[in-house]
């Protein structure tokens, strides 16, 4: 086994199993992660990738630091609020995603390298990420292109940190979003 994909559900299980039917698929059951799903993934993580890919919203940002804090190695996996909405428009999650944005998502992989890193609120607010009018505008696009999923400033320090995203990467980005307004 090279990777496990951890999810939310059986629903997100079923829709990966679609695109991937050899995956080696956990699942949380919900917000309340159990001490041995947590045991496993440790053991997991001493020889297989592991992949968190969890609902963009609180919940499956709660799980995923939740399992983080445990097992800090695991990789990362985002899939975009809008592409994971369901027909009705009244739900969101990995099961509503397209077998394309599952891919897509499980693709783009972040590693949680724990570092302390150059980001800040102070950078931020330089930047124009946080302090502006359109801040949050730019935060979200900067994430989109990222795809590190929809943090607040908090977490998108936090984020740009952990995965040690160069700072020119940023400036780049930013300076696409200023030409595309």
Do not use: W
């Amino acid at each position: 086994m090279k990777q496990v994909i951890v999810v939310e559900g059986i629903h997100d299980l079923n829709k990966i199993k679609e695109v991937y039917k050899d995956a080696y698929i956990e699942v949380t059951g919900g917000k309340i992660i159990s001490q041995d799903l947590i045991k496993r993934l440790k053991e997991y993580s001493k020889t297989s990738e592991i992949i968190l890919f969890f609902d963009p919203d609180f919940p499956g940002e709660s799980i995923r630091k939740a399992i983080l804090k445990e097992v800090p190695n695991c990789l990362n996996a985002y899939i975009k609020k809008e592409k994971a909405i369901s027909k009705n428009k009244k739900k969101v999650g990995v099961e509503h995603a397209s077998k394309e944005d599952i891919i897509e998502s499980l693709k783009n992989l972040y590693k949680n390298e724990g570092k302390e890193g150059i980001y800040n609120f102070s950078l931020m607010y330089e930047l124009g990420l946080t302090g502006y009018k359109d801040s949050s505008l730019k935060r979200a696009y900067l994430a989109d292109i990222l795809n590190i999923g929809r943090p607040n400033t908090k977490m998108l320090i936090e984020r740009l940190n952990a995965y040690n995203i160069a700072l020119e990467k940023i400036k780049e980005i930013l300076k696409e979003y200023e030409n595309s307004c």
